[in-house]
C-alpha cells in the first residue's frame, strides 16, 4: 500500500500502472470504443487501487501491483459495460481471475455469487 501511496503522491513514477493503461487503450481502439474524453487517468486508477486495499471487488482476495503475466491475482480494470471503452464511470478494480469469470454477468450478480456462503448446518 505505501508505494500505491507514493505513487499518488507521485514520488514515484507509476510505470506498471500507465502500462497497463496504454494496453487497455489499445483494446479500446480496436474495439472502436475509445474516448479521448472519458479514458480513465493514472491518478483515477491509483485512487481506485488504494481505496479498494488492492482487493478485488469480487472475491475480496489481495491483488498484486507487481505481477507474471497472466498471474490471476494481478489487478485489471473490469468493465461495468463491456460495450463501452475504460472509461471513468465504467470500470471497477478486480483480479484477472474474477474479470474473466464475470463475462456479461452484472457486477452486482457476480459480486453476490462471489462473495455467498453457504453454512451447512
Request: with cysteine; aromatic share 8%; net charge positive.
Amino acid at each position: 500500500m505505501n508505494i500505491l501511496n507514493e505513487m499518488y503522491l507521485g514520488n514515484i513514477k507509476p510505470t506498471c500502472v500507465t502500462k497497463k493503461l496504454n494496453g487497455y487503450k489499445h483494446q479500446d481502439i480496436k474495439q472502436e470504443i475509445f474516448s479521448e474524453y472519458h479514458f480513465i487517468t493514472t491518478e483515477l486508477v491509483l485512487e481506485k487501487l488504494i481505496v479498494c486495499k488492492m482487493k478485488c471487488l469480487y472475491c475480496q482476495q489481495p491483488m498484486l501491483l507487481d505481477y507474471e503475466p497472466n498471474d490471476k491475482l494481478q489487478w485489471t480494470l473490469d468493465r461495468i459495460d463491456n460495450r463501452m471503452g475504460h472509461n471513468k464511470d465504467n470500470i471497477v478494480i478486480s483480479c484477472l481471475d474474477c474479470n474473466l469469470k464475470r463475462r456479461n454477468r452484472t457486477v452486482e450478480k457476480f459480486k453476490f455469487t462471489k462473495q455467498l456462503k453457504i453454512v451447512k448446518i
